[in-house]
Structures are given as C-alpha cells and as structure tokens.
T-cell receptor, first 113, second 113 residues
Framework: KAGVTQTPRYLIKTRGQQVTLSCSPISGHRSVSWYQQTPGQGLQFLFE???????NKGNFPGRFSGRQFSNSRSEMNVSTLELGDSALYLCASSLAAVTDTQYFGPGTRLTVL | AQSVTQLGSHVSVSEGALVLLRCNYS??????LFWYVQYPNQGLQLLLKYTSAATLVKGINGFEAEFKKSETSFHLTKPSAHMSDAAEYFC???????????FGTGTSLTVIP
C-alpha cells in the first residue's frame, strides 16, 4: 500500500499570501488529521476530518481551515500568512477509531518570508 | 485536561548501552499511548502503542514500553542502542472522547560510537 503523501514538499511564501497544502491518505483510511510542527511549540494538532466532516479542532485561529473530499483526500488552507506560520505541516491518516494508528506523511515545509 | 511530559529534551547514550526515554501523561480517563520516531526531514513513524491490552508493549526495532498506571508513565526502552536509533522520539496520548492526539515536546536521542 502506498503511504500518506503530501504535496508540495516545500513552499516559500511571503507575508499576507495564502497557501493550500494537500494530503492523500492511505487507501481505505477515512480519518485525516493535520499538525503543525515547530521547534518552539513542538507538534500541535490543527484539526481532524472524518468522512468529509471536521470531527475535531485544535486551538488555531480561523486563518487555518481545511476540508476533506469524498475520496478522503484533504486540503489545508492558511490565509493571510504570518512569519510565525513557518513550520513543518504534517498530515496523518487512520482508519477511523480512536485506537487506530495514525500514519504520517513526510510533511510540507512552509517558509514565510 | 490531557497532557504529555517527556523528561529530557536531549538524551545521549553510547552504542550498545541501554536507551531509556521517559514519558508521563495526564489523563482523566484511560488513555491510549503511543511512541513515534522522527528521522530528519521525515514524518513520524509509529514505534509502538498501548491500547489497554498488555501493559508491556513491544514495538519495532527492538523498542518496548511499559504502561504503569500508578506512575502515569509510559517509558520507552531498548536494551542496546544502535547508531541508527539516533532520531527524535515523541510520546503521544489519545483519549476516547475528543479523538485527538496530544504530543510531548520530543526527546532527541544521540548515539555515541
């Protein structure tokens, strides 16, 4: 089975721009979660989607949004980029239940100048 | 509230020595506990998970962890460190309600030849 894929792997944007990141889960996985990883804050949960519905949300401003499509692929959007949004954005997929293992993609490295 | 504390942001061991990475959790309900490893420029890979079955959990690459409810701990061990074990290790907790992961801040393991 192919693993979780994320595109693009690297992005450079300037302040004020917006960005869309994409995540394709493992085939058959219906849950997709997004995380922001920074050296100072570690791994922080952004949100989780299950069957096209946002099932859970972390403590991030409304500039961070996401969606999931019927094929379970997910996108994350960040509007009005700030310097502090520079981070590694990780996507993880799992089957459905809480005890299911989350499988992580390689991440998208976003740099905001 | 749920949280995860990893004691020691950096741990150094000699090749062949015991690896011990500490993780304590805080949860008001029985948790599901996970250890992940992250190699440079890669996503997270599951090492092992505890989901209320056996308290001693064996994972990949010779790692194991023991769930101790009385100590609210889930420390990760490996009897003999290998150079390839050098990486960042994350402990995570997930509870049935809320359905999101809470990650520790990570422990960077260095293996000295």
């Amino acid at each position: 089975k192919a693993g979780v894929t994320q595109t693009p792997r690297y992005l450079i944007k300037t302040r004020g721009q917006q960005v869309t990141l994409s995540c394709s889960p493992i085939s058959g996985h219906r849950s997709v979660s997004w995380y922001q990883q920074t050296p100072g804050q570690g791994l922080q949960f952004l949100f989780e989607y299950f069957s096209e519905t946002q099932r859970n949300k972390g403590n991030f401003p409304g500039r961070f949004s996401g969606r999931q499509f019927s094929n379970s692929r997910s996108e994350m959007n960040v509007s009005t980029l700030e310097l502090g949004d520079s981070a590694l954005y990780l996507c993880a997929s799992s089957l459905a239940a809480v005890t299911d293992t989350q499988y992580f993609g390689p991440g998208t490295r976003l740099t905001v100048l | 509230a749920q949280s995860v504390t990893q004691l020691g942001s950096h741990v150094s061991v000699s090749e062949g020595a015991l690896v011990l990475l500490r993780c304590n959790y805080s949860s008001s309900v029985p948790p599901y506990l996970f250890w992940y490893v992250q190699y440079p420029n890669q996503g997270l890979q599951l090492l092992l998970k505890y989901t209320s079955a056996a308290t001693l959990v064996k994972g990949i690459n010779g790692f194991e962890a023991e769930f101790k409810k009385s100590e609210t701990s889930f420390h990760l061990t490996k009897p003999s460190a290998h150079m390839s074990d050098a990486a960042e290790y994350f402990c995570a907790v997930r509870i049935n309600t809320g359905n999101q992961f809470y990650f520790g801040t990570g422990t960077s393991l260095t293996v000295i030849p």
